[in-house]
């Protein structure tokens, strides 16, 4: 199996020396990608010095999609791995993906990320869900491989998404019938030392922050978009898709107005919280029909690789 490693990475320098490290460490001859940009922390000057980088991309967008397809785009190996910056390797990880993949109809492997808590860690389970019919198996988007045919098959990831990204593709492939293999051995540990700012998916959000002041409403209309984004564009105007919406917005209302009721969020800040998830929401829908529209085949991707050859605005390779 030829494997490629994909690290996107944003002024992130000190957490990706210790991802290329452990990679360097267990996977001495593995195909190393760094997609850089646009940092400000010295983290070109960094992997230009280091030798067991085969090539670096340094493109202008902070979108983390943009990243992932812009590694994509480069990678030679017939398996892709995709990896955060602050994501330590763990002995058997390579060895999971091979067995996940080899000698099973399998597209995709994912496993669990351990992160550090006060007084020990904690490891994600696997998390899976039934829409509109169709079971969709999630995963990190710092954390999976994918074989090459599939990736080419759906286009990368969806770029207009700045979150959910990974979640976008697995209802893609569950939309294919593709399959998601769990291995537990495919582990990665999460540094302590973390700038966050990659794929940030939902429960990152909620339990990161509640509608409190300006930035915290970005975060939540950013949130919304994106779900109401895949939502729409992966199974259409159907009731599923409203239910879950609302299904969504009332248990987070819920949780806001109860820290109102605390007196830790001030009643205005809940009530631009609300505003902001209402009106991303809409525009979430709006964009994921006419996306859907705008690619009618299965792949689902309008704003997928193909869409633009311009992310790269320098690239060294060294392969």
């Not at 267990?26 to 980088?53: C, Q, W």
């Not at 209309?221 to 609302?246: E, F, H, M, S």
């Not at 209302?253 to 991303?280: C, E, F, I, K, Q």
């Not at 809409?282 to 964009?287: A, P």
Request: charged share 25%.
């Amino acid at each position: 199996m030829e494997l490629s490693v994909v690290v996107p990475t944003l002024n992130g320098r000190r957490q990706l020396v210790g991802c290329l490290d452990a990679l360097r460490e267990r996977l001495p001859a593995v195909e190393t990608i760094v997609v850089n940009g646009p940092s400000t922390d010295g983290t070109s000057g960094m992997v230009h010095e280091r030798p067991d980088v085969d090539v670096l991309v340094e493109i202008a967008d902070r979108n983390i999609n943009v990243a992932r397809n812009a590694g994509l785009e480069v990678a030679s190996g017939e398996v892709v791995a995709l990896l955060d910056q602050d994501h330590r390797i763990e002995d058997g990880w390579a060895g999971a993906i091979e067995a996940g993949i080899a000698g099973n109809d399998i597209d995709a492997v994912t496993g669990p990320t351990h992160r550090p808590i006060r007084g020990g860690h904690t490891t994600e389970a696997r998390e899976r869900r039934t829409i509109a019919g169709r079971e969709v198996t999630y995963f990190n988007g710092g954390n999976v491989a994918l074989t090459r045919a599939v990736l080419d098959e759906l286009d990368g990831f969806d770029e207009y998404l700045e979150t959910g990204g990974a979640r976008d593709l697995a209802h893609r492939l569950a939309g294919q019938g593709r399959a998601v293999s769990w291995q537990s051995a495919m582990g990665v540990r999460e540094g302590v030392e973390t700038d966050g700012g990659d794929d940030t998916d939902p429960r990152i959000v909620h339990r990161a922050s509640s509608f409190i002041g300006s930035e915290a409403s970005q975060r939540w209309g950013l949130k919304y978009r994106a779900l109401a984004y895949r939502l729409a564009k992966n199974y259409g105007p159907r009731p599923t898709v409203l239910r879950r919406l609302v299904g969504h917005t009332a248990a987070d209302g819920v949780t806001s107005a109860r820290s109102v009721l605390r007196g830790s969020v001030r009643p205005t800040a809940w009530v631009g919280g609300g505003s902001a998830v209402t009106a991303n929401t809409l525009v979430g829908l709006k964009d994921g029909l006419r996306a859907r529209v705008s690619d009618r085949t299965p792949r689902r991707n309008p704003h997928g690789i193909s869409g633009r050859r311009d992310r790269a605005i320098e690239r060294y390779d060294w392969r």
